[in-house]
């Protein structure tokens, strides 16, 4: 099982950006899928981004253009660039990962590590 550690996130003004890092331990990010989800309160939990094995990234159309995710294998940490941001991005932001699977789905009960959670508000 991998262990996952998020960093980064916080408050900014609507059009700001933020940066989300989630470090991995106990296994390789490189080898398996890994997204990050978002979730308010109320409501179910959303895959934001992911990206598979092969290095393929997939986005929700809500963030499609606005969100960047990457991975550094030499650091084992992936990371979520989040520019252009709006209120409606406010949300506890979780790193997911399926160890095991090569490819990804938008669906939550298909990852089986999850970080702590960081909270991003965006005020306007």
């Known amino acids: 099982q991998v262990q996952l550690v998020q960093s980064g996130g916080g408050s900014v003004l609507a059009g700001g950006s933020l940066r989300l890092s989630c470090e991995a331990s106990g296994s390789t990010v490189s080898a398996y899928c890994m997204g990050w989800f978002r979730q308010v309160p109320g409501k179910e939990r959303e895959k934001g981004a992911s990206?598979?094995?092969?290095?393929?990234?997939t986005y929700t159309d809500s963030v499609k253009g606005r969100f960047t995710l990457s991975k550094d294998n030499a650091k084992n940490a992936l990371y979520l660039q989040m520019n252009s941001l709006t209120p409606e991005d406010t949300a506890m932001y979780y790193c997911?990962?399926?160890?095991?699977?090569?490819?990804?789905?938008?669906?939550?009960?298909?990852?089986?590590?999850w970080g702590q959670g960081t909270q991003v508000t965006v005020s306007s």
């Open positions: 997911a990962a399926a160890t095991g699977r090569r490819g990804c789905s938008p669906y939550r009960d298909f990852y089986n590590s």
């Open positions: 990206i598979d094995y092969f290095g393929a990234t």
